[in-house]
């Protein structure tokens, strides 16, 4: 299947800091990936649609300043969490759809784990 | 807003089939079953996906009901890194997103 990467894995920072969240499609060109938050125990919640060469689209209750979405090329959409605060630890992923357009799956990359401190 | 219901938690022997029910009552006619899982700590894992007919691919087989109002995931023999939680999602195939319930809590014991 299609593969999609994040970078870090894990991050930790202290609060007041801004972190940067890289997703890459890293074998298929996605005009449009995904930006999910799973905090313990629940799961996967939808925050934002990002495209390639445009704004991004936030879920309602997203602050869109707080999570700034960059798509500036077909492989590579970043996550950027401004002013991070310890409610805002949580694991992150993002997905992308595969390939073959028509068959609908997405790939999800492997995670992003923010602790703020 | 899930569309779809599932137990919360099941229990497998190791080597036995394990079967994931999920009822999805409102699927529309353009609606595909997908199934996802997600294993602690990691991104979700892509299963397998239908429309109406039967599936079955090297992970698992997918038996959805004759009125799509329900569908089963099978995994033939269940091992125990097929702990994880299971999701069922409903989606138009050209739909963009994906949203997610609260799948099923799969425990594989031996």
């Known amino acids: 299947g299609a593969v999609v990467s994040q970078h870090p894995s894990r991050v930790i920072c202290k609060s007041g800091t801004s972190v940067k969240i890289e997703c890459r499609s890293l074998?298929?060109?996605?005009?449009?990936m995904f930006w999910y938050r799973q905090f313990p125990k629940q799961s996967l919640m939808l925050m934002a649609t990002?495209?390639?060469?445009?704004?991004?689209?936030?879920e309602q209750g997203v602050e869109k300043d707080k999570f700034l979405i960059n798509h500036a090329s077909l492989t590579l959409s970043t996550l950027t969490v401004t002013s991070a605060h310890p409610e805002d630890s949580s694991f992150y992923i993002c997905?992308?759809?595969?390939?073959?357009?028509?068959?609908?799956?997405?790939?999800f990359g492997e995670g992003s784990r923010l602790t703020v401190l | 807003d899930a569309k779809t219901t599932q137990p919360p938690s099941m229990d497998c022997a190791e080597g036995r089939a394990a079967n994931l029910p999920c009822n999805h009552s409102t699927i529309s006619g353009n609606e595909y079953v997908y199934w996802y899982r997600q294993i602690h700590s990691q991104g979700p894992q892509y299963i397998i996906h239908g429309l109406k007919n039967n599936e079955t691919n090297e992970m698992a087989s997918l038996i959805i009901t004759e009125d799509r109002k329900s569908s089963t995931l099978i995994l033939p023999h269940a091992t125990l890194r097929d702990t994880a939680v299971y999701y069922c999602?409903?989606?138009?195939?050209?739909?963009?997103?994906?949203?997610f319930g609260a799948g099923t809590r799969l425990t594989v014991k031996p």
């Open positions: 074998d298929f060109q996605a005009t449009t």
């Open positions: 999602i409903v989606r138009p195939n050209n739909n963009n997103d994906m949203r």
């Open positions: 990002s495209n390639e060469g445009s704004k991004a689209t936030y």
């Open positions: 997905s992308a759809r595969g390939g073959h357009a028509n068959t609908g799956e997405l790939f």
